[in-house]
């Protein structure tokens, strides 16, 4: 892995908002990793360098969710780093909250931030963290999915997210070393409850 992005809307009318759900990941792991984020104007984003095993780029996009994809495609192209070398952390509307994934390519399920992502890298086969937040569906709720993603969490939810993100950055050892398959069968695998 060579960039880590976390996907959101700039600005505090959105800070709290389910859509939001990539920032507060990638937040945290710069705070876990003691990573201080400058806004570089270049690269249409926060960003910081992480140095160790490899250099890792964090960035937090300034443009709006559906303009994303110029964000990582800035930083992509200035230090060459290909789609397969790219993390992407979003909020996922088919996981619920409490849910968090790590797949790599495949579909954008209606994701402007995805969507864009991949328009603008020429690709869709870059890895996804994906944090669920459930659907208004699943809750039996006539919302806009538009509506509900830009809206804050209920406070359970809230809380189910909040557990899925610390659970994740513990995987980050093996992300940083570019095990991706470790990551994935231990954020995957459910643990056992004592009986």
């Not at 945290?28 to 201080?36: D, G």
């Not at 559906?66 to 979003?90: C, D, M, R, W």
Request: charged share 25%.
């Amino acid at each position: 892995m060579k960039l880590i992005v976390g996907l959101g809307n700039p600005g505090k009318k959105y800070e709290r908002t389910r859509h939001n759900a990539g920032f507060w990941w990638l937040e945290r792991l710069a705070h876990t990793v003691k990573a201080m984020l400058h806004e570089q104007a270049k690269f249409h984003g926060w960003a910081a360098k992480l140095a160790a095993p490899t250099d890792i780029w964090l960035l937090l996009p300034t443009t709006y969710m559906n303009e994303s994809g110029h964000a990582v495609a800035a930083v992509a192209t200035f230090y060459k780093i290909e789609p397969q070398e790219i993390l992407v952390a979003h909020d996922e509307l088919d996981l619920p909250p409490g849910s968090v994934k790590l797949k790599f390519g495949g579909g954008v399920a209606g994701h402007n931030g995805l969507k864009d992502i991949a328009d603008c890298l020429g690709s869709n086969e870059f890895w996804r963290l994906r944090i669920g937040i459930g659907h208004p569906r699943d809750s039996a709720s006539n919302q806009e999915v538009v509506d509900y993603v830009l809206h804050m969490p209920r406070a359970d939810d809230q809380s189910l997210i909040d557990s899925a993100i610390t659970r994740s950055l513990e995987v980050w050892p093996l992300i940083a070393a570019d095990d991706m398959e470790a990551a994935m069968l231990k954020l995957h695998t459910k643990e056992k409850k004592p009986e």
